[in-house]
Each structure stands twice: as C-alpha cells, then as structure tokens.
C-alpha cells in the first residue's frame, strides 16, 4: 500500500498535520531571522535538526493512527539489487529532466542571479562540504517524506482530488522556500508537480528521494572537484 494512493486515506491526525504546518512556520520565520545570524555550521545544523523535527512529527502521526508505516508511505523497501539499480537510474534520468525544466522556467522568469539566500548555503572547505552533504541527503529523505508522501495523503483524503491534493502540497513546499526569492520559488511548485506524478505512477518515493538528495547535493560536491 502507498501512501499516495487515494484510497488510503487519512494516514494521521489533523491536529499532528496542525502541528507540522506550525513547524513550517516556525523554520520561515528562521529563514528570514536567526539563520543569517549564525555561523554557517550552525545554520546548516540547525537546519538539518529542523528536518528531522518534520519527519519525526509525520513519523509519530502515522504510528499514532497505524493505516500504513512510514515504510508503506516510501512505497516498501527494496526487494533486491536489481531494484536499487533501477531506482538510482530513475533518478539520474528525473534529475537532468528537473535541472532543465528548472533552467528553461529561470529564463523565462528571468529569475537572474541566485539571491543571497542561495549563496549563504553554498559551502567553502572540507568541514562545511560535509555538512552540507548531510543536510542535502537529510533534506533527500525528509521532505520527500513530509510532502510526496504525508501530507500528499492527507490532502488526497481532504480534497478525495489528486490534482488537488497535489495542487495543495506543491504550494507549501513552494513557499518554503520563499527566501530564494519569488521567482524561483514559483518554479519549485513546477517541478515539483511533475515529481509527484511520477511518484504516483512508481507508488514508491525512493526514486524523488535519491534525485532530491542528489540535486541538493550539487552545491557540496563541487567543492571536492579539482579546482573546487
């Protein structure tokens, strides 16, 4: 069983989803406030320990209400060998379609240069590359998660819609990330859209966790290139 089929229905409490909206909140308020204060470790620690809040929220709320497992809403574990191969292939394809998709909607917004937001995570030296790549493979897993896979339940539950359920879960994870600025943040629900389709038709969201994971990941791994 999926997470995202939409007969699932209600996988937690509206008052646990309540809560996670609340933390959402809480991390845009951060966005615009404390984070620009902090050193950038502390910034990326915080904001790897705020994921981990998201998840453990969604994590409790399913267990409470026991309709599926967290396991169930990923879509299962892999079976074998040939299916972790399949899936890592997946994701290389989804994220080449993504990066262009997301080029060709910068330029037609003419989004411009990244914002500062962008380039306060950008990381410079050993320590903080490595950080960073915990915080993108952390991101990788959690918000896959939280918004392909709970709170794309609990609209579909809501709305007993797919496209609006999906409509509804593709706007938040936008305004998440409001801080990039408009522009690219009315990009994200783009994309966004396409990943939740696929995860549809997959019924698994590992494939949209190794892409996400990877895509985050670009920032850091460039550090390690020659030259980086």
Not at 70 to 91: H, L, M, Q, S, T
Not at 111 to 120: K, M, Q, S, V
Not at 172 to 183: C, L, R
């Given at each position: 069983?999926s997470?995202?089929?939409?007969?699932?229905?209600?996988?937690?409490?509206?008052?646990?989803?309540?809560?996670?909206?609340?933390?959402?909140?809480?991390?845009?308020?951060?966005?615009?406030?404390?984070?620009?204060?902090?050193?950038?470790?502390?910034?990326?620690?915080?904001?790897?320990?705020l994921?981990?809040?998201?998840?453990?929220?969604?994590?409790?709320?399913?267990?409470?209400?026991?309709?599926?497992?967290?396991?169930?809403?990923?879509?299962?574990?892999?079976?074998?060998?040939?299916?972790?191969?399949r899936?890592?292939?997946?994701?290389?394809?989804?994220?080449?379609?993504?990066?262009?998709?997301?080029?060709?909607?910068?330029?037609?917004?003419?989004?411009?240069?990244?914002?500062?937001?962008?380039?306060?995570?950008?990381?410079?030296?050993?320590?903080?590359?490595?950080?960073?790549l915990?915080?993108?493979?952390?991101?990788?897993?959690?918000?896959?998660f939280?918004?392909?896979?709970?709170?794309?339940?609990?609209?579909?539950?809501?709305?007993?819609?797919?496209?609006?359920?999906?409509?509804?879960?593709?706007?938040?994870?936008?305004?998440?990330?409001?801080?990039?600025?408009?522009?690219?943040?009315?990009?994200?629900?783009?994309?966004?859209?396409?990943w939740?389709?696929?995860?549809?038709?997959?019924?698994?969201?590992?494939?949209?966790?190794?892409?996400?994971?990877?895509?985050?990941?670009?920032?850091?791994?460039?550090?390690?290139?020659?030259?980086?």
């Amino acid at each position: 069983m999926s997470g995202l089929s939409a007969g699932t229905g209600l996988i937690a409490s509206w008052r646990n989803t309540a809560l996670l909206l609340g933390l959402f909140s809480a991390d845009f308020l951060l966005a615009f406030s404390l984070r620009g204060r902090l050193p950038y470790l502390g910034r990326i620690g915080l904001m790897t320990a705020l994921e981990w809040a998201f998840f453990l929220v969604t994590w409790l709320g399913i267990r409470q209400r026991r309709v599926i497992t967290a396991a169930g809403v990923i879509g299962g574990r892999w079976p074998n060998a040939r299916a972790v191969a399949r899936d890592i292939g997946y994701a290389a394809l989804l994220l080449v379609g993504t990066q262009l998709v997301a080029a060709a909607l910068h330029g037609y917004l003419h989004a411009g240069r990244a914002p500062e937001a962008i380039h306060r995570l950008i990381p410079h030296g050993k320590w903080e590359s490595i950080a960073f790549l915990l915080l993108a493979t952390t991101a990788g897993f959690v918000e896959e998660f939280v918004f392909r896979g709970y709170l794309q339940a609990q609209f579909n539950a809501l709305t007993r819609n797919f496209p609006g359920a999906s409509a509804l879960q593709v706007a938040i994870f936008g305004a998440m990330h409001i801080s990039f600025g408009w522009k690219r943040a009315f990009g994200i629900p783009v994309w966004s859209l396409g990943w939740t389709y696929v995860a549809r038709e997959s019924k698994s969201l590992r494939p949209l966790m190794i892409c996400h994971a990877g895509m985050d990941s670009l920032l850091a791994l460039v550090q390690f290139l020659p030259g980086g």
